[in-house]
């Protein structure tokens, strides 16, 4: 299986600061994936990571507000921008490992915001 | 738009007890569906289906799909508290990366 080293594990922010939430995994990696999880929801997708190039947003999300980077195939980044107490979740990265037909998920950060 | 429903949302259940999780779909390219199993924070993987009729166990737990009727089941024998979590559905419309998940069924197993 695939190692996902996701920091911080957990964060308080002030409302109207930012966080910068990393992803790195120790396997070869095809996609990467940012899913939000509000309390006591179920997991929804924010973005697929995209090397290289600007990330792909799933409906309601927004770069100004969650800018995505990924510079190499093993790292990503998730900034969650201007933060407000709505914000307040559990963030994950997930990836798809060459050889593995399922999706792994980092250990998450749960960000609240005050 | 894909949709994963899940039933119950929860349930409380004594030791020993055997329970089955639902869950029912809407995809318009399905690929696979998937269960999870969360704890904390991160979900953990269960089981991958693709084909219907054919179930897939691992110790307690088993699981089958059915793409006729378009649902998947998940059934946890002589639970353990150990078992206590949530359990959550998804599908792969277009990647077996890329998910849709349900609300999650949260199980909580008493002593």
């Known amino acids: 299986s695939a190692v996902i080293s996701q920091k911080p594990s957990r964060d308080i922010c002030q409302r109207g600061t930012s966080l910068t939430i990393q992803c790195q995994v120790d396997?070869?990696?095809?996609?990467m994936f940012w899913y939000r999880q509000q309390p006591g929801q179920s997991l929804t997708l924010i973005a697929t990571?995209?090397?290289?190039?600007?990330?792909?947003?799933e409906s309601g999300f927004v770069i100004d507000k969650f800018p995505i980077s990924r510079p190499n195939l093993t790292f990503s980044t998730l900034t969650v921008s201007n933060m407000s107490p709505e914000d307040s979740s559990i963030y994950l990265c997930?990836?798809?490992?060459?050889?593995?037909?399922?999706?792994?998920f980092g250990q998450g950060t749960r960000l609240t915001v005050v | 738009e894909d949709k994963v429903v899940q039933s119950p949302l929860s349930l409380v259940v004594h030791e020993g007890d055997t329970v089955t999780l639902n869950c029912s779909y809407e995809?318009?390219?399905?690929?696979?569906l998937l269960w999870y199993k969360q704890e904390k924070k991160a979900p953990t993987f269960l089981f991958m289906l693709?084909?219907?009729?054919i179930e897939k166990k691992s110790g307690r737990l088993s699981s089958i799909l059915d793409k006729k009727e378009l649902f998947s089941i998940l059934n946890i024998t002589a639970t353990q508290t150990g078992d206590s979590a949530i359990y959550l559905c998804?599908?792969?419309?277009?990647?077996?990366?890329?998910?849709?998940f349900g609300k999650g069924t949260l199980l909580t197993v008493n002593p």
């Open positions: 997930s990836v798809g490992v060459v050889g593995r037909g399922h999706a792994f």
């Open positions: 396997s070869q990696v095809t996609m």
């Open positions: 990571a995209n090397q290289g190039s600007e990330a792909t947003y």
């Open positions: 995809v318009t390219n399905f690929r696979s």
């Open positions: 693709t084909s219907s009729g």
């Open positions: 998804a599908i792969s419309g277009g990647s077996n990366y890329k998910l849709t």
